[in-house]
């Protein structure tokens, strides 16, 4: 049993790896983009683009999940995910992208604030372009200041990536409560959050050692 039970929390657990590595894939050059046009000079794209994130924000992830899923089979009477585990897993992470895109927004309009404009002038009078000097000054200082921030959501979206379960997506968390309404079986759940626990400190280790490289503005 406790092999069988093994196979099924490591496949649920592949499921969870995907979710997570697509909705990082996609959801940090969004957020990124996103904190741009929130400090763009053109008013109505600030605004619309704070508002949507006050919505995205100001609301629960399993909602905006439920929503995605189901909303378009019954708004144009078309499921358009399909209704196989790929097409669960594509509507999960299409929520994720949103939700923490708007998220790692925040964080980086922070970091990009919080690079002293001074720093900038000086660019300028260097002769650099807008695009140098962002890319040259303002990124590399503002990746610094969000690694704590943002090493505090990436753990998140580990633990969040158990909301997959409201549509049915067989992840981990899926994986073992299935053993429970199965078989009865409790012990199952334990040993999930032992596959949580190894996913979460192995990035604990890893955000620790970007950090220490990255100690090069104090």
């Not at 009078?125 to 690694?147: D, E, H, N, P, S």
């Not at 192995?202 to 220490?212: A, G, H, R, S």
Request: net charge positive; proline share 4%; aromatic share 16%.
């Amino acid at each position: 049993m406790f092999w069988t039970v093994t196979q099924s929390l490591l496949s649920g657990l592949g499921t969870t790896f995907e979710i997570f590595i697509f909705t990082l894939l996609f959801a940090l050059p969004f957020g990124l983009i996103l904190a741009l046009g929130t400090i763009s000079k053109f008013k109505p794209l600030s605004v619309f683009i704070q508002v949507l994130v006050w919505i995205i924000r100001g609301t629960p992830l399993m909602l905006q999940l439920i929503i995605i899923f189901y909303g378009p089979g019954l708004w144009l009477g078309h499921n358009i995910w399909s209704g196989n585990e790929s097409g669960r897993i594509t509507a999960t992470v299409v929520a994720f992208v949103i939700n923490y895109a708007c998220y790692f927004s925040v964080i980086f309009r922070g970091g990009i604030e919080g690079v002293p404009a001074g720093q900038r002038e000086a660019g300028q009078v260097l002769g650099m372009t807008r695009t140098q000097i962002f890319f040259k000054v303002t990124l590399i200082q503002m990746i610094k200041r969000v690694v704590p921030p943002m090493s505090n959501e990436i753990i998140t979206l580990v633990k969040d990536t158990s909301l997959a379960r409201i549509i049915a997506a067989y992840e981990l968390t899926f994986a073992g409560y299935s053993f429970m309404k199965s078989a009865g079986l409790t012990w199952p759940l334990f040993y999930t959050g032992v596959f949580y626990l190894a996913f979460v400190g192995v990035l604990t280790l890893l955000f620790n050692f970007i950090e220490k490289k990255l100690d090069y503005f104090k």
